[in-house]
């Protein structure tokens, strides 16, 4: 009978009832589900890039000094797209499955107990607080002075206080250490792999939708469609700090391909070509033509580089 009973109180007062080992076995099927979906999405996802008929995009040659954070821009902004629907698609699994998140981090005892401990708290806090207006209703107003009255008041508020703060520390500790399910180095860990592994999927899902091909984008044409949108995705899934540094790279190396080009233009020879120019009269029949002006004009080709300067 007293066990029926505490076993009632406990499920109204929300402390956990899950059996340890049964939850254990549970998150460790789904776990494994979820890495089999992984990877036949993985499968399915490369062999439709590979084998779907994508047209190649046109390959234009960039102009020099072209800005390719502009060039790149739409692989720039679906990168940080999969950045933030991943952080969106963390915090919400975070919230909602602490047993996934407790099952690869400090483990499901732990969770119970923190769980246990918030809940105890807030039922601290709650009697506590009852106490603190029993305190104050108990106060008697009778014969006694006015000082005595006060110094009552005062000391059983005082105790209240005290009480009160002491529950409301013991309630934030608590929710604070429950939270911390998510700080722990094996959950980040599993989280930065889960992370990369689902990044890189939602990367290629948008290449391959939204046809994105980079290397045409550089203005490299041999690279087959197919290869350059799985390329590309790959590239927008691993984030955007990679890929605003994979853009600083290129830039930098474009840069210096159009300085050496511009520098062996400058070094180039003037290439001249001169025609001569001459001017005869006729004479009557029978008689040579006189020449009566003979002009020679010099053509000075430059480089493209110094036109351009000017």
């Known amino acids: 009978m007293n066990s029926s ?23 460790r099927r789904w776990f494994r589900v979820l890495i089999i979906v992984f990877v036949l999405l993985w499968a399915i996802l490369i062999g439709w890039v590979l084998f779907s008929p994508l047209k190649d995009a046109d ?11 502009i060039v790149l821009a739409p692989v720039v902004a679906a990168a940080a797209a999969v950045e933030r629907t991943l952080e969106s698609i963390f915090n919400v699994l975070e919230n909602s499955w602490r047993t996934m998140v407790a099952y690869l981090g400090r483990g499901l005892r732990w ?13 601290f806090l709650a009697n506590a607080s009852e106490k603190y207006n029993a305190e104050l209703q108990d106060i008697q107003f009778g014969q006694t002075s006015a000082s005595a009255l006060a110094d009552e008041i005062q000391a059983k508020v005082n105790a209240a206080n005290k009480l009160m703060v002491l529950a409301q520390q013991r309630l934030e500790n608590a929710e604070g250490n429950l939270a911390a399910v998510t700080s ?61 540094s994979l853009v600083g790279i290129l830039q930098q190396g474009k840069g ?24 005869t009269v006729k004479s009557e029949a029978g008689e040579p033509a006189q020449v009566q002006q003979s002009v020679v004009e010099t053509t000075t080709a430059k480089s493209t580089s110094e036109e351009t300067n000017k």
């Open 5 to 27: 009973v505490n076993n009632a109180s406990a499920v109204q007062g929300g402390m956990p009832t899950w059996d340890n080992e049964k939850q254990f076995l549970k998150t």
């Open 256 to 279: 210096a391909v159009d300085g050496v080009k511009g520098y062996l233009n400058r070094l180039s020879p003037e290439v001249q070509a001169t025609r001569e120019k001459t001017t």
């Open 59 to 69: 390959a234009l040659p960039l102009v020099v000094g072209a800005n390719l954070t």
């Open 184 to 244: 722990s180095d094996s959950y980040i860990s599993a989280k930065t792999a889960a992370s990369i592994v689902l990044g890189l999927m939602l990367g290629v899902i948008i290449a391959a939708v939204g046809q994105l091909q980079m290397f045409a984008m550089l203005g490299i044409g041999i690279v087959p469609a197919q290869i350059d949108v799985l390329i590309t995705g790959l590239v927008i899934g691993s984030g955007s700090y990679p890929v605003h």
């Open 111 to 123: 969770l119970k107990n923190a769980e246990v401990e918030v809940q105890q708290a807030r039922q």
